[in-house]
């Protein structure tokens, strides 16, 4: 939040090896090993993706994300067109046909339905231990609209889409330093954003926030 910027995610180097990594078969219904295929390494090498939850009361996201409840977690309001995919949970991988990568590699007409398939298809279902996370996904082009910080890719805030900051009860930022921090993001902006702590709740595993 100091910086203003999102870290981006590489799909190669997600946290779950099996994320990301759709099971492709030929027109027979025969996998085919896409790892050593070039034009696909190619590919997914300009592709980013940033993670959002639609929830922040469940304390098992604090413990994974905030640093076991000392992080904070930064509230969004999208609009419609903001291009955010909602993840599904199942069983097994997501099966795409090759037809979809050969597409792909001519780089032409349907090269962005393709690619949309492949994302929605393939890059947007996870298994279902994962659905706590209860995610959606903006995928961005790694090589546009991003800032590189050594090996890593930021990306700036939006501040009209930041509405809410909540501070994790093991948080040691004041509510104060936290809307200093906001009012440096704000300061060409006339949006207004609620700050919060959280706190556990008395009865329930829930978290209050």
Not at 92 to 101: D, F
Not at 179 to 205: C, H, T, W, Y
Request: aromatic share 10%.
């Amino acid at each position: 939040m100091q910086t203003g910027q999102l870290r981006v995610g590489r799909l190669r180097e997600l946290n779950d090896p099996l994320d990301c990594e759709p099971v492709f078969v030929d027109l027979d219904g025969k996998i085919v090993n896409a790892e050593s295929d070039e034009s696909l390494s190619n590919i997914l090498n300009t592709i980013g993706i940033v993670c959002y939850s639609g929830g922040v009361t469940d304390p098992v996201l604090w413990t994974h994300y905030a640093d076991a409840h000392r992080g904070i977690a930064l509230g969004f309001e999208f609009d419609g067109n903001a291009g955010l995919f909602d993840v599904g949970y199942r069983d097994e991988r997501p099966t795409l046909n090759i037809a979809v990568l050969e597409q792909l590699k001519k780089r032409g007409e349907g090269e962005g339905d393709a690619l949309l398939k492949l994302i929605s298809d393939g890059f947007a279902v996870k298994a279902k231990s994962w659905k706590y996370e209860d995610e959606y996904r903006h995928f961005i082009y790694l090589h546009f609209g991003v800032t590189m910080i050594g090996p890593n890719y930021f990306r700036k805030v939006a501040a009209h889409q930041l509405k809410r900051v909540v501070l994790g009860v093991r948080c040691e930022l004041t509510v104060f330093d936290a809307r200093q921090a906001v009012k440096k993001l704000l300061r060409n902006s006339r949006g207004s954003v609620e700050i919060i702590k959280a706190s556990k709740d008395p009865r329930s595993f829930l978290i209050r926030a």
